[in-house]
């Protein structure tokens, strides 16, 4: 037997690494319990960063695992691109300290990993990128499943969380078939911005974690030292500066009061809008009366003088 009351299963908390990149966070969702609250990367849980060749993903992914190591927790790089030498010389390239506790594996084989993930007790991976994965293959739906399944059942030995990186096809979907997706916990779309430097960190339609809509973005910017934030549209977030004790981005307070007005304006002219078709309703109604009675008494004329001049025929027909 598999199934139980839901009284017996125990509830539990969803637990986050802050990063301390504050879009990023703020992206990923918040955990809240009591007074306390929490922005970042879900525990156990498996994101995917998919985009074109050349966006930036790998530079933003290099980013967050440099100042997630930096905050003290454990960091694997898998990756499967680039030599480790080449991958150091991203890493240090903005001049600061690394300490001890971020690791890199070029290890291509899925047993390879995951054996590298449990030894190296990671808090976070970064798979760089799925797709050169050797049982990944060429994406077919069993070798992606099987693939899943395997990553998955280390972030719930460990509670780690899992990055997969990504390549889109062009038809704009991540390498692989629709499967990779559907298998993960949370997409994100990292697009170019026109011919800049600029690139954007989109929540994609999928986030068992957080929001999703299209105002959960943000966006990066390439530098000689790596990739830089370029917006703070947390601060516009009402639940992100309340949690955070800070002021809401005045420009967006602007927007929310015009906001209000706006949708007090809708709010009234919707009254009107039931008014008038009420009215008209009425209106209608004593139409369709008057037609219905109208109607009647004609139908009662007509039956009236139906019957008169039956009764004229019957009495010139006794008259002879």
């Known amino acids: 037997m598999t199934f139980q009351s839901i009284n017996q299963v125990k509830t539990k908390i969803v637990r986050r690494m802050n990063s301390g990149l504050n879009e990023i966070d703020w992206l990923y969702g918040v955990t809240t319990v009591g007074e306390s609250s929490t922005w970042g990367l879900p525990e156990a849980g498996i994101s995917l960063w998919a985009g074109e060749s050349g966006v930036g993903k790998s530079r933003?992914?290099?980013?967050?695992?440099?100042?997630?190591?930096?905050?003290?927790?454990?960091?694997?790089?898998?990756?499967?691109?680039?030599?480790?030498?080449?991958?150091?010389?991203?890493?240090?390239?903005?001049?600061?300290?690394?300490?001890n506790n971020l690791f890199v594996s070029d290890a291509t084989k899925l047993s390879e990993q995951l054996r590298d993930i449990r030894a190296s007790k990671a808090q976070l991976v970064i798979v760089d990128s799925i797709n050169m994965v050797s049982e990944f293959n060429a994406g077919s739906?069993?070798?992606?499943?099987?693939?899943?399944?395997?990553?998955?059942?280390?972030?719930?030995?460990?509670?780690?969380?899992?990055?997969?990186?990504?390549?889109?096809?062009?038809?704009?979907?991540?390498r692989g078939s629709a499967t990779l997706s559907h298998?993960?916990?949370?997409?994100?779309?990292?697009?170019?911005?026109?011919?800049?430097?600029?690139?954007?960190?989109?929540?994609?339609?999928?986030?068992?974690?957080?929001?999703?809509?299209?105002?959960?973005?943000?966006?990066w910017g390439h530098s000689a030292k790596g990739v830089v934030c370029c917006s703070d549209y947390s601060t516009e977030d009402e639940l992100w500066c309340k949690t955070h004790g800070i002021p809401i981005n005045p420009r967006i307070a602007q927007y929310i009061a015009a906001g209000a007005a706006f949708q007090a304006a809708q709010?009234?002219?919707?009254?009107?809008?039931?008014?008038?078709?009420?009215?008209?309703?009425?209106?209608?109604g004593i139409a369709r009366g008057v037609i219905q009675g109208v109607g009647s008494l004609l139908t009662m004329a007509g039956a009236a003088f139906a019957g008169l001049m039956t009764y004229e025929a019957f009495r010139d027909e006794n008259k002879s």
Not at 69 to 95: M, P, S
Not at 145 to 172: M, P, W
């Open 60 to 99: 933003l992914a290099v980013e967050l695992a440099r100042v997630v190591a930096r905050k003290g927790y454990v960091v694997l790089y898998l990756q499967n691109e680039v030599i480790k030498e080449t991958f150091a010389t991203w890493v240090k390239q903005d001049g600061g300290l690394m300490p």
């Open 267 to 284: 709010v009234e002219e919707e009254r009107k809008e039931e008014a008038k078709f009420r009215r008209r309703n009425i209106y209608t």
């Open 183 to 219: 298998l993960v916990d949370i997409v994100f779309h990292l697009n170019k911005q026109g011919s800049s430097d600029l690139f954007s960190f989109t929540v994609g339609n999928k986030h068992r974690y957080g929001r999703t809509g299209d105002n959960f973005f943000s966006f």
């Open 141 to 174: 739906d069993k070798n992606i499943k099987r693939v899943i399944e395997g990553y998955r059942q280390a972030c719930k030995e460990t509670g780690c969380h899992i990055i997969f990186i990504s390549q889109l096809t062009k038809d704009g979907e991540a």
